[in-house]
């Protein structure tokens, strides 16, 4: 017997699958479809651990299914726009282009040394104009459709370098170019109109689709639908007003302050002459600071009086106007009512400046007492000091009643608001897809007809300069001519989000060459929703979002039935550094799977993350639990000494006569029921996603086979078969050397080699084994023994005589440790409950 060595074992294998396209999936066989995917991932230029963790969790539901008989469609790609591959175009002198395809090659070498069984024809690449022609295409569709315009949003922008800049270029509140801090500035951009479906995006309960109950609760606090009213406040100085938005209407009449947000149009218009100063130097630190660091929990609350008022017409009272920077302009009206009675914000931001607090929420109707801590503040009770709503119950009575008040004096009206704002898609850098606008002086903002997409990339440009996107470095591409008027022109200079790469791709891959279409929707109606859909929880809000949003906009252009895409998703863990910290070049805690493979193999790894424990964990590499694995494998390998030649393999062709003879006649009733028990597991827990507990029955099954002097091909195969999912390469080459070699005739021997690379000859074309549930009864029964209803003694009887109680009893009266118990006492009765317990009813005395 050979030592088993994986460096040349998988390789081979890699290579025999790729050559006889074992794993290609033939789209016009719909029947009994499986559609498998993982996130893509982006072409960064290694595959890291998380790659190999949750590529390897699709690969065995793909090869599991495709085993059932399901028609398996398990495709890849690469997110290949980005800022990482301008980074490298700037530090390392290498163009973005030449740089992806580097490493998507490299990607690619890596994938099929993990083994997975993807279908490489079903692929899209990001930055192929072939793709990308498809996302400029969305986006016409979506501004005929008036879901894409050009509008102004808060944005990083560095006044220095003179660019907007995205989050990730922010780096502690730094430019990542220049190193000059980066402030919030109003700017031009295009926006996809997201909120027109924020309903739709909702999820229901029970919910449309088996999505993780994170992610929709996630998404669910994001999109933030309230349903409250725009209360009106008349400004004391002229006649314009504020308007702003509560789903707390009841605690009108605590009111004391109105809180405006920096950016708010009317800031400057309120602000008095002697405050302008102030409120101006306020403004100026606010534009510094992110909307994440503005709504920060826990941070300390800030604000400036503008010097003006407004009028609460509920009860006449003078409310002072503030601005403060935790209040956002793109949210709600921008302007917020101060209730420090009834609220923790506003308790904290009322007690720093000294501002008046009444408190309209008490314990009971004559609770009048004052708000002087934290936990004063009640925002549920009973109202108080609002004249005659005081005594209602809030919210269940007063709330409705108030808002109804409200809109009958012209005060207020009802208003739904969402949280969710448009999608900016507007990124002034080079590497992402061109948006298909042109700017002409005489005919304005002018799409580019969809017979001349893709608007692609040009080659030679600056991507980092001074005060202009780099597109607009390459004058040649952005000097056209108009579609309309055929006169002079300038196309768009800014790309779009990489989120729209990623919020369709799993469409394309089912279509991937049609230049005609986006994708043929007779495909997509046979193949889509995806079955299963494996992916990370931080993109929640992102990917995960936008990519439902699109899907939605494909439904009402009429290419698809449906408004989710996958029926089901899952979230993978994380594999952290030995550590115990997230893996990072800076810490050298990173663990380079290619050196894993060359120690162990690419089976010892796959099997090793899958052992680690749920899909869903978060757990640290551990090198000893893979030598562990590694040895497992090992003893698979030797197992094969002790398999007997001269049974008939299950599913073979055996004659009624040869039956008698067969593995399974000569196997004991304890090697089938473990072996049919085994079964049963594994297959139960690969369809639940437990893949840890499906190794740990694979290994206790091993401990078993271990212990015998000679085990039946019948049992070797099958346990090959169980295991094949989760290390294809050693169960391939021992399906070869150990179960094809069984089978071959004497005579067909010296040809075998040849015979058995036909239809059907690999381990993974196999159908799935079965578990027969007669093998799965147990033989033996246990029966508890009671005197006096007290346990004392288990008895294991026959399953065939189980039923008879006088045999029972009979045995039960021969249990020295019952007999004790019964010494000196007359019997009064015996209970029996058949297959289950036994009671001996004596005299106590």
């Not at 060359?598 to 090793?608: P, S, T």
Request: charged fraction near 30%; glycine fraction near 6%; aromatic fraction near 12%.
């Amino acid at each position: 017997m050979n030592k088993y060595i994986p460096s040349q074992i998988e390789p081979k294998w890699q290579k025999k699958w790729a050559e006889n396209g074992v794993y290609l999936t033939d789209l016009s066989e719909t029947k009994n479809k499986y559609y498998v995917l993982v996130e893509l991932p982006y072409t960064s230029g290694d595959l890291h651990m998380g790659h190999w963790f949750t590529f390897t969790m699709g690969d065995i539901l793909a090869r599991f299914k495709a085993r059932q008989g399901f028609n398996v469609l398990f495709p890849n790609g690469f997110d290949a726009f980005g800022l990482p591959a301008e980074n490298a175009a700037i530090k390392k002198g290498i163009h973005p282009r030449d740089w992806t395809y580097q490493n998507m090659e490299r990607m690619r070498v890596q994938f099929e040394t993990l083994g997975a069984s993807i279908d490489w024809t079903k692929t899209m690449v990001a930055c192929d104009p072939k793709y990308y022609k498809w996302n400029q295409w969305i986006f016409l569709k979506m501004l005929e459709r008036d879901l894409a315009y050009r509008g102004k949003l808060m944005s990083n922008w560095c006044p220095s370098c003179q660019t907007v800049l995205a989050n990730e270029n922010v780096e502690n509140g730094k430019c990542w170019r220049c190193g000059n801090e980066v402030e919030q500035k109003e700017v031009d951009q295009w926006l996809f109109r997201i909120t027109s479906y924020a309903d739709r995006l909702l999820w229901s309960d029970p919910p449309q689709a088996d999505w993780p109950k994170s992610l929709r609760e996630g998404q669910n606090d994001w999109i933030g639908k309230s349903e409250g009213m725009e209360i009106e406040f008349p400004v004391v100085q002229d006649t314009s007003k504020l308007k702003a938005y509560t789903v707390f209407p009841e605690t009108i009449f605590g009111v004391t302050y109105m809180v405006l947000a920096p950016e708010h149009s009317l800031v400057r218009k309120l602000v008095v002459k002697d405050r302008e100063k102030e409120v101006e130097e306020y403004i100026r630190v606010s534009q510094k600071k992110s909307e994440l660091e503005r709504k920060a929990e826990g941070r300390e609350k800030t604000g400036v009086f503008t010097g003006a008022y407004c009028i609460n017409s509920v009860n006449g009272k003078k409310v002072p106007i503030w601005i403060a920077d935790y209040v956002l302009a793109d949210y709600g009206t921008g302007a917020v009512m101060g209730v420090p009675s009834s609220d923790h914000r506003d308790f904290e931001f009322a007690r720093k400046y000294g501002l008046e607090i009444i408190r309209v929420i008490g314990k009971s109707a004559s609770d009048q007492s004052k708000v002087l801590l934290m936990d004063d503040v009640l925002e549920e009770g009973i109202l108080v000091n609002s004249e005659q709503f005081s005594g209602l119950k809030t919210p269940e009575e007063a709330r409705e009643k108030i808002k109804d008040w409200l809109e009958e004096k012209g005060w207020g009206k009802r208003q739904v608001q969402y949280h969710l704002h448009d999608w900016s898609i507007s990124r002034q850098r080079y590497w992402g897809t061109p948006i298909p606008i042109i700017y002409c002086e005489k005919c304005g903002t002018v799409p580019v007809p969809e017979k001349d997409l893709p608007v692609e990339l040009p080659y030679e440009v600056d991507y980092a300069p001074k005060g202009k996107p780099p597109l607009a470095t390459a004058e040649d591409w952005v000097n056209t001519e108009c579609p309309k008027c055929s006169g002079p022109a300038k196309r768009e200079v800014e790309t779009m989000d990489t989120f729209v790469d990623s919020a369709w791709y799993f469409f394309r891959y089912l279509d991937p060459e049609n230049d005609a279409e986006i994708f043929d929707k007779k495909i997509a109606k046979a193949w889509m929703p995806l079955d299963i859909y494996i992916g990370g929880p931080e993109h929640t809000l992102g990917h995960a979002l936008y990519s439902r949003f699109f899907t939605m906009v494909f439904k009402d252009l009429g290419l698809v039935s449906f408004d989710e895409y996958a029926k089901k998703r899952i979230h993978h863990g994380t594999i952290l550094g030995p550590d115990g910290s997230r893996m990072s070049k800076s810490r050298g805690n990173v663990v380079n799977p290619d050196m894993e493979v060359k120690n162990y193999g690419a089976d010892a790894i796959r099997l090793y993350l899958m052992f680690l424990g749920p899909f869903d964990i978060v757990t640290s590499w551990n090198p000893d639990g893979v030598n562990g694995v590694y040895h497992f494998l090992q003893r698979v390998w030797g197992l094969q000494e002790k398999v007997t030649t001269n049974s008939v393999i299950l599913g073979s062709e055996a004659t009624p006569e040869s039956k008698e003879d067969s593995g399974q006649a000569r196997m004991t009733q304890i090697d089938l029921r473990i072996m049919h028990k085994t079964i049963k597991k594994v297959t139960e827990d690969i369809e639940q996603l437990k893949f840890n507990t499906a190794i740990a029955s694979l290994m206790e099954w091993l401990n078993h086979l271990s212990r015998k002097d000679r085990i039946e091909v019948e049992e070797y195969k099958v346990f090959l078969l169980l295991l094949a999912p989760f290390a294809p390469h050693i169960t391939e080459e021992l399906w070869e050397n150990v179960i094809l070699g069984s089978e071959a005739t004497p005579e067909s021997k010296e040809d075998s080699g040849q015979a058995r690379m036909t239809n059907n000859w690999s381990i993974h074309q196999q159908s799935w084994p079965k578990s027969d549930s007669k093998f799965l009864e147990e033989e033996e029964v246990s029966v508890v023994v009671q005197v006096n209803g007290k346990v004392r003694d288990i008895l294991v009887i026959q399953k065939d005589v189980i039923s008879d109680k006088e045999v029972v009893e009979t045995r039960a009266l021969e249990s020295k440790k019952v007999q004790k118990f019964l010494e000196g006492k007359s019997m009064k009765k015996t209970v029996y409950i058949s297959g289950k317990v036994i009671n001996f009813v004596v005299n106590s005395d």
